[in-house]
């Protein structure tokens, strides 16, 4: 939601009474009318100004670094300025509610971890017999710099690696809007599959034979591995 939203919001507040106004994502808070009465919920999906504080530690390019560090710094005031409008907090981790809780009353934040549909995500008695050999498969909104940061990582590190033993391993990538720069990448190597946005991701991930999870932490980028 962008800010110019924020009078049509401010109107209907205005006019109709709702028991709880839930801002998800922190992009999301700027269109929020923090000044008017009722409780107000704020779902932080991450914390936003630790991934540009990695990205600022880790950039090679001093153009990126700059930028990486400006945005950690913007990201870091506008987090901590809504967060403490927040009537309550949401947390995906404890790592993530330890993290506010530096600049926000612990008792004001609670943790709801995300999770899997086991149901819809049951394995597909045929998965098997239509396995791809030496296949990998990531899945994961590539419009969201993490993933794309993991891809690249995992293709010019990890990849190369795997290739000397297998040298018929591929990679799908499958999830919406991956960016020029990681389709030109796909473009240069044969192993990278890109889908682009697809209705259901199952099949995929029944086809291949190992699904990656990136797995970052602030001292370093892996990549670990999982059976789907």
Known sequence: MSPGRSPKLRALL??????????????TAAAIPWDL???????????????????????????????????WKRMQDS???????????????ENDRSAFAEYVDPARISVAQTGVDTEFFQPSELASEK???????????MDWLPNED?????????????????PDISLCVVGRLPSCRLQDLASHTP??????????????????????VPCASEEEHALKFSKP
């Open 79 to 93: 987090e901590r300025k809504y967060l403490r409008k927040a009537d309550h907090v949401i947390a995906v981790s």
């Open 191 to 212: 192993e990278l599959q890109l889908t682009g946005w697809v209705e259901d991701v199952r099949p995929f991930i029944a086809q291949r034979a190992v699904y990656i």
């Open 37 to 71: 009465t009722g409780p107000k919920v704020l779902f932080a999906h991450n914390v936003e100004a630790v991934i540009w504080q990695r990205h600022s530690e880790v950039a090679k390019n001093p153009l990126w670094k700059a930028v990486s560090r400006l945005e």
């Open 131 to 141: 396995e791809i050999p030496n296949s990998l498969v990531f899945t994961g909104s």
């Open 150 to 166: 993991a891809i690249f990582y995992f293709v010019g590190e990890i990849l190369p690696l795997i290739k000397r033993q297998l």
């Open 14 to 27: 205005q006019t109709e009474k709702f028991d709880v106004i839930l801002c998800d994502f922190l992009s």
